[in-house]
């Protein structure tokens, strides 16, 4: 069963940081891209980051670029994002979401939220000012 599990959430004041890690089971793991994805009350759901599986591709949205990393390690099967310089509209719902297929390739995907929909429960991040 393919499981993704997400930690590190919490309440954080503006310009403060956090790091999201997400454990992640039932398949191979080093095989797939990855990605977070965040949903807030009354906003599009948007793919924030996404890594390719060898690691040496990443993808940011243009609102979090310079401020999120986006890191994984193949051999502990894990998915990290670091936060910074966080803002209010960075308060959301953050989720670790898997790719559907192995070997996808993330530059190419032109919708990714269509690539990225196998997710797990999520992690809160809240901002305040």
């Known amino acids: 069963e393919v499981q993704l599990v997400e930690s590190g959430g919490g309440l954080v004041q503006s310009g403060e940081s956090l790091r999201l890690s997400c454990e992640a089971s039932?398949?191979?793991?080093?095989?797939?891209?990855m990605a977070w994805v965040r949903q807030a009350p009354g906003k599009e759901v948007e793919v924030v980051a996404s890594?390719?599986?060898?690691?040496?591709?990443?993808r940011y949205a243009d609102d979090v670029k310079g401020r999120f990393t986006i890191v994984r390690d193949n051999a502990k099967n894990t998915l990290y994002l670091h936060l910074a310089s966080l803002n209010v509209e960075d308060t959301a719902r953050y989720h670790c979401?898997?790719?559907?297929?192995?070997?996808?390739?993330?530059?190419?995907?032109?919708?990714?939220?269509?690539?990225?929909?196998?997710r797990g429960p999520g992690t809160q991040v809240t901002v305040s000012s």
């Open positions: 979401a898997k790719d559907r297929s192995a070997y996808g390739v993330i530059g190419d995907y032109r919708n990714p939220l269509q690539n990225f929909a196998f």
């Open positions: 039932g398949f191979n793991f080093p095989n797939y891209a």
């Open positions: 890594i390719h599986h060898t690691v040496d591709k990443t």
